[in-house]
């Protein structure tokens, strides 16, 4: 049975790992809030999988602080591996280092050009670990749009809260496309990566994107309530003024065509996007 370490455990994609593929992998947690990277032994550890980041802040955070957790932390964790003779490491990045919302499609050989503290330090933790890599020591980086499941959090957590609350929406008859990858798919990704020791950048995302209108139509099914979506024209334009941050995420369209990574793995997702928003909101 291989070893695993895995970092950010106590996440939402981490918890859902361990309850998943806990019979299949050994796996051992590390903490850089609560554990000591120098105390830490890797003797014996194939796989390190690093959740661990300082996710993207609606609030901002500090470029030092970005650089901190998501650069300097990784690098650390990914040089002591190497020199204890871990063979794969496993980091997960996220699309936010193409780029904002755009009407074109990121694709695993899309260019990289971020626009924010975040996205830059995701890259540049990529592009560091790519530097250690070598025939003894795999680098394999995921890029990953919202994940969502049950108990997700941030924005999905607050639509789904809004949907419950609120019986007429100004939501309707938005044709955007946004790729999300449900938290099951994204997992067997990881899965598939270590069976088959793969190298490389590879892309998560559900089989089909969704628009804001079809994602609360979704929503409201498996909730089993009746929400009325208009189309107020003045709306979107209103949004757009006072909050510009939500008239991206809800108008706007952030897409990617992972198709490449499904053939280089053979790939086929276990979960469509139906079966994500049912389990999210019911439980798998």
Not at 43 to 55: C, P
Not at 121 to 144: C, G, M, N, P, Y
Request: net charge positive; aromatic share 10%.
């Amino acid at each position: 049975m291989k070893k695993i370490l895995l970092t950010g455990s106590s996440g939402f994609i981490g918890n859902y790992f361990i309850d998943k593929y806990s019979n299949d992998y050994e796996i051992n947690r590390f903490s850089f809030l609560n554990d000591d990277i120098k105390q830490l032994n890797l003797n014996k550890t194939n796989i390190v999988i690093h959740l661990s980041a300082l996710v993207h802040q609606m609030g901002g955070a500090t470029k030092e602080e970005y650089e901190r957790v998501n650069v300097t932390q990784t690098l650390e964790l990914a040089k002591k591996a190497k020199a204890s003779g871990v063979e794969h490491f496993v980091f997960m990045s996220s699309i936010k280092v193409y780029g904002e919302e755009r009407d074109g499609v990121y694709s695993e050989k899309s260019e990289c050009h971020p626009q924010d503290e975040y996205g830059m330090s995701k890259l540049k933790a990529e592009r560091t670990l790519q530097e250690l890599e070598d025939e003894h020591f795999i680098v394999s980086i995921i890029r990953t749009p919202i994940v969502y499941g049950e108990g997700v959090k941030a924005n999905i957590k607050n639509l789904v809260s809004l949907v419950k609350k609120v019986s007429v929406l100004p939501f309707g008859s938005i044709n955007n496309k946004r790729s999300m990858v449900y938290i099951g798919n994204l997992c067997h990704l990881v899965d598939v990566i270590i069976a088959q020791k793969q190298s490389g950048i590879f892309l998560a995302a559900d089989d089909k994107p969704l628009s804001t209108t079809k994602l609360i139509e979704l929503i409201t099914r498996e909730l089993d309530k009746k929400v009325y979506l208009l189309n107020i024209p003045f709306f979107p334009w209103l949004l757009k003024k006072l909050k510009p941050s939500f008239y991206k995420r809800l108008y706007e369209s952030l897409e990617v065509d992972n198709t490449k990574t499904k053939e280089i793995l053979n790939l086929k997702n276990p979960y469509s996007v139906e079966d994500g928003i049912r389990y999210m909101i019911r439980g798998e």
